[in-house]
């Protein structure tokens, strides 16, 4: 594996850690926040994409450019699910919940015919039996932190989708034009979703505009554009499992910054999450 893009995938990450934390500290709505990070990153690379990708643009295919638009519905269907589970739950339990991201990958790709190994099979059940727990732990805390489970599980199913049909256009398409089509869509999609829920796009202290356009920084440009660049070479496998380290990095941040310690019982069931899909990703990759 390239050991250039294995730093990428590094940067990446931390970046998306942050994401979390950075959510839940915002004074503005999830899905407000969703919007801008996303019109931000389009305002971002819509220059640079324009002046340097103009011909390639121009020239994608009606296959490719259906496929990236879809994966943009996807991403605006993970960030409306699992922004707002942040303010539901606490932020290890959503984080460990949306990294499911590989089982739903693999589930995925076997309904396209591909069959997982044995490893990846037990990985799974390890990996759902952390999953049950930690369910059963927010369920003994509220209702509310059960369906913010609920949400970042539906979003970590989203963000398999996406990354699946990134892998694919990425094959014949640069990083730059994939991620402009698709921050595009996501955002149209979040502005209706946003318009439809009468969510409020403005109105919030220039604290929260700050926060916002650091979490365009380090999780979309840094975080997702990074990733993008990484899955053609590193695979979607790959990518996909090495974003678990999301959950201790946005845990540990939220520890320190917010003061917020999800309750000790959380901690076995997000360890057993882990482990499972530490199984996923060694049985993938052999």
């Not at 931390?14 to 994401?19: A, Q």
């Not at 991201?101 to 039996?129: E, S």
């Not at 892998?167 to 921050?183: N, P």
């Not at 595009?184 to 220039?206: E, N």
Request: proline share 5%; net charge positive; glycine share 10%.
């Amino acid at each position: 594996m390239p050991k250039l893009d294995l730093l990428l995938l590094a940067v990446s990450i931390g970046g998306i850690s942050l994401s979390a934390p950075l959510i839940s500290a915002t004074a503005a709505p999830a899905l407000a926040i969703a919007f801008w990070r996303n019109i931000m990153s389009v305002g971002v690379l819509g220059p640079y994409a324009l002046l340097r990708h103009r011909a390639e643009l121009r020239g994608i295919g009606r296959r490719q450019l259906l496929l990236a638009m879809a994966a943009g519905a996807l991403l605006a269907v993970h960030f409306a699910l699992w922004m707002p589970s942040l303010r539901m739950t606490s932020v290890a339990s959503a984080t460990a919940m949306v990294t499911t991201t590989p089982l739903w990958t693999i589930l995925l790709m076997r309904l396209l015919g591909h069959r997982a190994p044995r490893l990846v099979r037990a990985g799974m059940c390890v990996a759902f039996v952390g999953v049950l727990v930690l369910t059963g732990v927010d369920l003994s805390l509220s209702p509310k932190a059960l369906a913010g489970d609920a949400l970042a599980l539906g979003a970590g199913l989203a963000a398999a989708g996406y990354m699946l049909l990134g892998a694919e256009v990425r094959k014949t398409v640069s990083t730059t034009a994939y991620t402009l089509v698709c921050y595009t869509t996501t955002a149209v999609v979040l502005l209706g979703i946003c318009l439809v829920s009468g969510t409020a796009l403005a109105g919030w202290p220039a604290t929260a505009w700050w926060q916002i356009a650091l979490l365009m920084v380090a999780a979309q440009l840094l975080g997702h554009s990074l990733s993008n660049r990484v899955i053609r070479t590193l695979g979607p496998s790959i990518t996909s499992t090495a974003i678990l380290l999301e959950t201790p990095g946005a845990a540990l941040i939220a520890a320190v910054w917010l003061g917020q310690w999800p309750p000790m019982a959380a901690y076995p069931a997000v360890a057993v999450i882990l482990l499972g899909l530490v199984l996923v990703a060694r049985g993938g990759r052999r």
